[in-house]
């Protein structure tokens, strides 16, 4: 169903990273104006140079509007909303044209003026950005929208001509989706964000050859309620994967569905831990510690998926029970001389307070380590664990093939132990993951390997019905593929989270967040694909305010070079 875009939703934030280096270059030159009005003495020189540079912000802003408008002429939505900005922006790049014109004396009146018309100049240009990146928001939900009529499509055809027809159409919108998610993924500036965009289209990817064979099985054979399972939660997954790519194009302004994807997302230990040392150490400025206990509380909670599960030795989970009383108890001390008039009263803590944080920080410290070394052991038992699910499959197929229902029924008991132990593991990587996007993909990980791994049993059960049926052997092939890949997933994710908690002043990260970009890829940035005369256009934009911008620095550096010749 088509969804209307709330402007509100997009009036202030700037989230994506194409907006935010479009602007820097406009910022960088209005401060150089500004640094201008700063000096008390100017050459004459240097004050033509200053108008040359205030009338190609301008040239530069009266090109960009231009733009601006033809787009607002072709979205109704946005277009009021669309004018205004560009009319606050042409009005605030003529104000500044004729400041920088003016050869009064520096006035604190004349910087005052320039001061308010860059103000208005840059809200006025981020406004035009924004509401024309909600053309683009547009697009990507009526792409999204599209696919899930085409799924409603699918799901209801009866023969196989009317299938290969509505899958052709499905294919190429698929096309059109990836397409644009990509582009918009990979320009997004919250790394949360960018990971749920990223797990959202891979799933839709892997999930297209699962739709086409589970499909193509029901059809064959319509009276197999395996084949009607294998389909049922392949639609139900694609779903899902397209409510969260909605979820995250809205910014999560919309409440996620009952069943979205990256819900549960967030609920890992290390944030935790994070926020526990954190609010300790708030303890030397301030008496509030209604939150410490509310931290604990959580933490305590979320160490039991390490005291739970049933591959955590006996000495590991004793030790963790043991140092989260240590953790209680070290606490209490701190919010009983944290409480004490005594220590109320000065911004200096007393020795008693200081000793008690050192004592909470270094208790939370130990149990990190100790999190990370009883999730040591289990992830080196992966490996092994995956490589026994590999054979598995192995067994499961070959028993599916020759009917024997009952050695099919024993392997894939054994599967279901062997893709437990794998979620158990995942689990706790999930806890030790020290960015958001490996929390992220951790969690896709091992949410569809819970989802999919049953449904390879499944498909071997179609085909141990119908043990001659080729399209039922080839979905089971397909399954056993996404299995593959989603331990192929873990795999990675599992190097990759175990390395960073070994590396030399790793649990001082664990307190303190490590500057950087936590891990993320950067990808060339490309301008979005709409319809092509929506795609000149704002490739337009960018070209526009890209050539005033080198006119503008070209401007600035003649103007730069004249001041140190001149010293004026």
């Known amino acids: 169903m088509d969804q209307e875009i709330d402007l509100e939703d997009h009036s202030s934030e700037i989230k994506t990273k194409s907006i935010e280096q479009t602007l820097l270059p406009l910022v960088k030159q209005i401060s150089t104006l500004l640094s201008h009005r700063e000096r008390s003495i100017c050459s004459e020189r240097s004050i033509r140079v200053v108008a040359r540079v205030g009338q190609a912000v301008n040239v530069a802003i009266e090109r960009f509007v231009t733009v601006g408008e033809s787009i607002a002429d072709d979205n109704p939505e946005i277009k009021s909303d669309l004018y205004q900005a560009c009319k606050d922006a042409r009005v605030a790049g003529e104000a500044i044209e004729s400041l920088c014109e003016k050869t009064l004396d520096d006035s604190i009146t004349e910087r005052g003026a320039i001061a308010r018309a860059a103000r208005c100049l840059l809200s006025s240009v981020t406004r035009v950005l924004i509401l024309a990146d909600v053309v683009v928001v547009k697009q990507l939900i009526f792409s999204k929208d599209k696919v899930s009529r085409s799924l409603c499509r699918l799901e209801n055809v009866t023969n196989f001509t009317e299938f290969v027809k509505a899958f052709s159409q499905f294919g190429g919108e698929m096309v059109e ?18 990971a749920q965009m990223s797990a959202a289209r891979q799933v839709l990817e892997r999930s297209t050859m699962l739709l086409l064979t589970s499909s193509k099985t029901c059809l064959r054979h319509p009276d197999s309620e395996t084949a009607r399972q294998n389909r049922d939660t392949v639609f139900c997954q694609m779903r899902q994967a397209m ?87 070290h606490l209490q001390d ?64 070959s028993s599916a093939l020759a009917a024997d229902v009952t050695r099919l029924e024993e392997y894939s008991d054994k599967f279901t132990e062997t893709v437990d132990h794998i979620l158990e593991i995942c689990k706790l990587l999930r806890h030790m993951a020290g960015t958001e996007s490996l929390q992220v993909a951790t969690y896709h990980a091992e949410y569809h390997l819970k989802i999919y791994a049953p449904q390879l049993v499944t498909a071997a059960r179609t085909l141990a019905d119908h043990p001659s049926s080729k399209i039922a052997k080839e979905n089971l092939e397909v399954f056993a593929d996404m299995f593959q890949a989603l331990v192929s997933d873990i795999t990675a994710l599992c190097k990759e989270i175990m390395d960073k908690e070994r590396l030399p002043d790793k649990h001082t990260y664990m307190s303190l967040p490590r500057p950087g970009k936590h891990g993320t890829t950067n990808k060339p940035l490309k301008a979005v694909r709409l319809n092509l005369e929506e795609q000149e256009k704002i490739a337009k934009a960018g070209l526009e305010m890209k050539l005033a911008t080198n006119e503008m620095e070209a401007e600035t550096e003649k103007w730069q070079k004249d001041q140190s010749e001149g010293g004026g």
């Not at 918009?184 to 964000?193: A, F, I, M, P, S």
């Open 177 to 194: 989706l990836a397409h644009v998610t990509g582009e918009r993924g990979g320009d997004l500036k919250d790394e949360r964000r960018r």
């Open 243 to 329: 409510d969260l790519i909605h979820h995250v194009v809205r910014d999560g302004v919309d409440p996620p569905a009952p069943c979205c994807l990256g819900e549960d997302e967030g609920e890992s230990l290390g944030p935790v831990l994070r926020t526990l040392d954190s609010l300790v150490e708030m303890t030397r400025l301030t008496t509030e510690t209604e939150r410490l206990g509310q931290c604990l509380d959580t933490m305590v909670d979320r160490t039991q998926d390490f005291t739970d599960s049933a591959y955590t030795p006996h000495h590991r989970r004793e030790n963790i029970l043991s140092l989260c009383h240590r953790i209680r108890n």
């Open 334 to 397: 701190l919010i009983r001389v944290a409480s004490n008039p005594d220590h109320g009263d000065s911004y200096s803590p007393s020795s008693d307070v200081e000793q008690a944080i050192t004592q909470c920080l270094q208790a939370t410290r130990d149990l990190r380590l100790e999190l990370i070394d009883t999730a040591g052991e289990q992830t080196g038992e992966l490996a092994l664990v995956t490589r026994t699910g590999h054979e598995l499959v192995t067994d499961i197929r």
